[in-house]
């Protein structure tokens, strides 16, 4: 995901978001495609990691209209996927200010991690398949082999990164992993911070 503000806000790296926002507090909002939603989240864990990062959330119906208020200026920050957001940058309509994952992404390579000035700080999205509980193991494991050849063909990897998404074959225990770790993150997230989705 990408971290993005108006062209008025006076910060164009991680460093510099972190230290406007704390010089200011309560002066800035952050938009999102509403309350409990993905982009909610990634910024209310930036917060939870950041003493004194004192931005409001501003809740909109949608991406559309959160995107229209960050140019606009009525709010100053956004989270947003890089697909969503990356035409407004690079049409000069809004400012990255740096990415959610741990490395650079080969979708924007000039993009700093939001890491870098946040040690630990990672908020990546992911797809993927599964299937209903109970299917056997051998079925299972016939339908990981077979998509994890179709994901190594290059024409496959390369539309798939038009959408932002880097290919990663993993095997179903590896899956499960990921998809346990999120839910207790985020269980533990949205707890702590007392965010309940609309």
Same mark, same amino acid.
């Not at 989270?79 to 992404?105: D, E, H």
């Not at 630990?120 to 299937?131: H, I, P, R, S, V």
């Not at 590896?174 to 998809?179: L, T």
């Given at each position: 995901?990408?971290?993005?503000?108006?062209?008025?806000?006076?910060?164009?790296?991680?460093?510099?978001?972190?230290?406007?926002?704390?010089? &200011?507090?309560?002066?800035?909002?952050?938009?999102?495609?509403?309350?409990?939603?993905? &982009?909610?989240?990634?910024?209310?864990?930036? /917060?939870?990691?950041?003493?004194?990062?004192?931005?409001?959330?501003?809740?909109?119906?949608?991406?559309?209209?959160?995107?229209?208020?960050?140019?606009?200026?009525?709010?100053?920050?956004?989270?947003?996927?890089?697909?969503?957001?990356?035409?407004?940058? /690079?049409?000069?309509?809004?400012?990255?200010?740096?990415?959610?994952?741990?490395?650079?992404?080969?979708?924007?390579?000039?993009?700093?991690?939001?890491?870098?000035?946040?040690?630990?700080?990672?908020?990546?999205?992911?797809?993927?398949?599964?299937?209903?509980?109970?299917?056997?193991?051998?079925?299972?494991?016939?339908? &990981?082999?077979?998509?994890?050849?179709?994901?190594?063909?290059?024409?496959?990897?390369?539309?798939?990164?038009?959408?932002?998404?880097?290919?990663?074959?993993?095997?179903?225990?590896?899956?499960?992993?990921?998809?346990?770790?999120?839910?207790? /993150?985020?269980?533990?997230?949205?707890?702590? /911070?007392?965010?309940?989705?609309?």
């Amino acid at each position: 995901m990408v971290v993005a503000v108006n062209n008025e806000f006076p910060a164009s790296t991680p460093a510099e978001l972190i230290k406007t926002i704390k010089a &200011n507090p309560g002066k800035f909002n952050y938009a999102t495609s509403g309350t409990g939603s993905v &982009n909610h989240m990634a910024t209310e864990y930036l /917060r939870s990691m950041i003493p004194g990062f004192d931005i409001a959330h501003v809740p909109y119906k949608g991406q559309g209209p959160a995107v229209t208020d960050v140019i606009g200026n009525q709010v100053q920050m956004l989270v947003s996927s890089g697909p969503s957001i990356l035409p407004m940058i /690079r049409s000069g309509k809004l400012k990255a200010v740096g990415i959610t994952s741990l490395k650079p992404s080969p979708i924007a390579p000039e993009l700093t991690p939001m890491a870098t000035a946040v040690p630990g700080y990672e908020f990546d999205l992911w797809w993927g398949m599964l299937a209903p509980a109970g299917t056997p193991a051998s079925v299972v494991n016939t339908l &990981n082999k077979a998509v994890n050849q179709a994901l190594a063909k290059p024409e496959l990897k390369e539309q798939f990164l038009k959408e932002g998404a880097i290919v990663t074959p993993i095997t179903p225990t590896q899956f499960g992993d990921v998809i346990k770790s999120d839910v207790d /993150r985020w269980k533990k997230l949205a707890k702590d /911070r007392n965010i309940v989705a609309d």
